[in-house]
T-cell receptor
């Protein structure tokens, strides 16, 4: 079975500051890793994913995450945040097999203020 | 290309009633997943359907059930509603083809309120 721990429930930052949202997972098998974002009153949108290959993955809006197998982590980073990045961010893991359910962390609320 | 759609957007029921939620996957996707997002409990996996069959279910009682139709759309039924069933119910779809099937695309959700 897999599990996900998001270490921070809330992260307040100022605009243009760097941010890191932490995610650790546990699994006895190989995994796929995901970050999803949920804006207020909306569904989930995929931000980025790690399936295989390069351990550093990037999204189109400046976020990146690095898969660290030895530390079982998949932290999300952005060097400079915008007000529009305010949202809830979910880390998720699934077994390395298509069709398996996603196991989500409890989410981190990122609040960006000016 | 149309995304995952869900209906209704909001649903208000009273305790003991039944609720039916609907989901249409992205065209070409055969797998549909249901998740419950309850306040304070995060997102929890409910059910997975593929090719019309229930493939897996999460740790929920049998009063949570559903089905998948030949066109791959899906229904989630919740019987004997309880107050704690109030939540956002999210549907997701995927291709279920090797690694490319790992990505799940989510709908906007149905907000179920049980009074």
């Amino acid at each position: 079975a897999q599990s996900v721990t998001q270490l921070d429930s809330q992260v307040p930052v100022f605009e243009e500051a760097p941010v890191e949202l932490r995610c650790n997972y546990s699994s006895s098998v190989s995994v796929y890793l995901f970050w999803y974002v949920q804006y207020p009153n909306q569904g989930l949108q995929l931000l980025l994913k790690y399936l295989s290959g390069s351990t550093l993955v990037e999204s189109i809006n400046g976020f990146e995450a690095e898969f660290n197998k030895s530390q079982t982590s998949f932290h999300l980073r952005k060097p400079s945040v915008h007000i529009s990045d305010t949202a809830e961010y979910f880390c998720a893991v699934s077994a390395n097999q298509a069709g398996t359910a996603l196991i989500f962390g409890k989410g981190t609320t990122l609040s960006v203020s000016s | 290309e149309a995304g995952v759609t869900q209906s209704p957007t909001h649903l208000i029921k009273t305790r003991g009633q039944q609720a039916t939620l609907r989901c249409s996957p992205i065209s070409g996707h055969t797998s549909v997943y249901w998740y419950q997002q309850a306040l304070g409990l995060g997102l929890q996996f409910l059910l997975w359907y593929d090719e019309g069959e229930e493939r897996n279910r999460g740790n929920f009682p049998p009063r949570f059930s559903g089905r998948q139709f030949p066109n791959y759309s899906s229904e989630l039924n919740v019987n004997a509603l309880e107050l704690e069933d109030s939540a956002l119910y999210l549907c997701a779809s995927s291709l279920y083809k090797g690694a490319s099937g790992a990505e799940q695309f989510f709908g906007p959700g149905t907000r179920l309120t049980v009074l």
